[in-house]
């Protein structure tokens, strides 16, 4: 299959990566230093985004805020193309592929995957191998390209759910949204309460905030673009944490016990 790949990042560089072997792949990114990098990683580049055109399937691993103009830039450039995205909020997408998707037929395709380290230079086949990938339809989606979809998962090593893009925003908010919110609201509150904390910190700060590290615009996006999401996952941990106040300040050992027992029931595997 001839693919193209408009943003080589962590996850378009990852993706290149993982399905050059299998696939007749190109890429496209909007930084010299990124494509000159790719090149040198054996990765085929176009020097302007409309060259990715015609192609199979055409993937879109831009930034959030890039995400659209490229899908339009893409879809007009490629009369129905099925283009693939990888954003993290489905909403935008959706909405976008209700009024302007022309004959573009459009299909979320999400890698539940990422670090801290951004780029191409720390992207990596193995990043995706054995993640979930999160298949999302839209109006502009038919059989056919949401088959093209599945492969393409599969062949880069992910493992396929298709899920509505209100099942998958409502999903991110809990599983991305509200973990890095509490990561950084963590750093915050142990930097505020005890200055410089990370200094006499074991591994469990480190732990526990290593997602405060997510890169700003990603972590922006993740919040703000899926907002009433977030609030609702938010509300339900301020819930949690208010029970866990008052048991711990009521001395409650039976209570305690009792929500450490759920949080070990939560972690186990189904």
């Known amino acids: 299959?001839?693919?193209?790949?408009?943003?080589?990042?962590?996850?378009?560089?990852?993706?290149?990566?993982?399905?050059?072997?299998?696939?007749?792949?190109?890429?496209?990114?909007?930084?010299?230093?990124?494509?000159?990098?790719?090149?040198?990683?054996?990765?085929?580049?176009?020097?302007?985004?409309?060259?990715?055109?015609?192609?199979?399937?055409?993937?879109?691993?831009?930034?959030?805020?890039?995400?659209?103009?490229?899908?339009?830039?893409?879809?007009?450039?490629?009369?129905?193309?099925?283009?693939?995205?990888?954003?993290?909020?489905?909403?935008?997408?959706?909405?976008?592929?209700?009024?302007?998707?022309?004959?573009?037929?459009?299909?979320?395709?999400?890698?539940?995957?990422?670090?801290a380290a951004k780029g191409f230079a720390a992207a990596d086949a193995a990043l995706l191998a054995g993640r979930p990938f999160l298949i999302v339809p839209t109006v502009a989606s038919d059989s056919e390209a949401m088959s093209i979809a599945g492969q393409i998962a599969r062949d880069a090593g992910g493992v396929v759910t298709v899920l509505s893009a209100a099942e998958h925003d409502r999903l991110v908010a809990l599983t991305s949204a509200l973990p890095l919110a509490v990561a950084s609201a963590l750093a915050i509150a142990a930097h505020e309460g005890a200055g410089d904390a990370s200094a006499f910190a074991g591994p469990g700060l480190h732990d526990t905030t290593r997602l405060a590290d997510t890169p700003s615009d990603l972590a922006e996006a993740l919040l703000v673009a899926n907002a009433g999401n977030v609030v609702s996952s938010l509300a339900r941990l301020r819930a949690v944490l208010d029970e866990l106040e008052r048991a711990v300040a009521e001395r409650d050992v039976g209570a305690i016990r009792e929500l450490l027992a759920r949080r070990l029931s939560a972690r186990r595997p189904r």
């Open 1 to 115: 299959m001839k693919i193209g790949i408009a943003g080589l990042g962590l996850i378009g560089g990852s993706l290149a990566l993982a399905l050059r072997d299998r696939h007749e792949v190109r890429g496209f990114d909007v930084s010299r230093d990124v494509r000159e990098g790719a090149t040198r990683a054996g990765i085929g580049i176009v020097d302007r985004l409309e060259a990715l055109v015609p192609s199979d399937a055409l993937i879109v691993a831009t930034p959030m805020s890039a995400i659209l103009p490229t899908i339009a830039g893409l879809a007009r450039a490629a009369d129905g193309a099925v283009v693939l995205d990888v954003a993290s909020v489905r909403a935008p997408i959706d909405a976008f592929a209700r009024e302007h998707a022309g004959r573009a037929r459009l299909v979320g395709m999400h890698p539940m995957a990422g670090r």
